[in-house]
């Protein structure tokens, strides 16, 4: 499958900027503002464009950035086109503007697809370069799904889960989380338990027992280390918290296997 990058970076304005895409053309546009604000049309109607929206465009659509004589704004852009695209634009829904916050994940894919992009052909990866273009579209597109989509729980609480699960392994505090979901502590504290079920510690331990037991599983790395590096602090606290889920001690289960 096809797969091209045309255009990829990161601008911030200061300045009146108008942007215009016709109908007509091949290329997909991706477009996240970091910073500030600016205005948006798509086919006809007008959006106010703030931090941690996203606006996705076909190549099909009438689309018109606008942003005003100091009127500071920042985003990171993407101008790509191809078969591998439009078959991932067909997925799923891909709405005009969804706001999805500022993730320091995807980020990072946007970014290192700058850094490839910029290398010399004759040191730069086609294959790399693409690849990190389809994981930023995997990411894009579970992040929308759970914005629109999702109304099985508050985007609030989907932020607050993905919080803690890239810090699980690490040591966390409830104040990050809440922030992160942009609510007080209690508020947060409340809407996790009466969405999930569960405290938030406790979703904390479901993936810290889940690597545990990975590591349990498929390597020979000590009780002891395996309890450090898998957010328990301590051998005696994991060998607790482990007992008490599978009814059995962590070196009794990792003999049988079970």
């Given amino acids: 499958m096809t797969l091209n990058i045309y ?14 895409h016709k109908p007509g053309f091949s290329e997909y546009i991706l477009r996240l503002q970091t910073e500030g604000a600016c205005e948006a049309k798509v086919n006809g109607k007008t959006y106010t464009i703030k931090q941690g929206d ?17 009127q500071d704004s920042g985003d990171y852009y993407l101008m790509c086109d191809g078969d591998w695209l439009d078959e991932w634009w067909g997925r799923s829904p891909k ?40 994981s930023l579209c995997f990411y894009i597109e579970r992040a929308v799904n759970e914005t629109n989509i999702d109304a099985t ?49 406790e979703y904390a331990q479901e993936i810290r027992l889940s690597s ?26 994991f060998h607790k918290v482990f007992r008490k889920k599978y009814g059995t001690s962590p070196g009794a289960y990792r003999r049988t296997g079970s």
């Fill in 7 to 20: 255009v990829c970076g990161y601008a911030y304005h200061t300045q009146r900027v108008y942007h215009q």
């Fill in 54 to 70: 996203l606006l996705m465009i076909h190549p099909e659509d009438h689309y018109e950035l606008f942003i005003k004589e100091h």
């Fill in 95 to 134: 709405p005009a503007r969804s706001h999805i916050g500022v993730d320091e994940n995807l980020i990072s894919l946007w970014r290192s697809i700058i850094i490839e992009e910029r290398r010399p052909s004759t040191s730069k990866s086609k294959e790399l370069s693409h690849a990190l273009l389809q």
């Fill in 153 to 201: 729980r508050p985007y609030a609480v989907t932020r607050m889960m993905r919080y803690i699960e890239e810090h699980a392994l690490s040591t966390f505090k409830v104040e990050d989380v809440a922030r992160r979901a942009g609510l007080s502590v209690s508020r947060s504290v409340h809407l996790f338990k009466s969405s999930t079920g569960k405290t938030m510690l």
């Fill in 212 to 237: 545990a037991i990975d590591r349990m599983t498929y390597t020979t790395m000590t009780l002891e280390r395996i309890a450090e590096e898998c957010g328990f602090g301590s051998y005696p606290y």
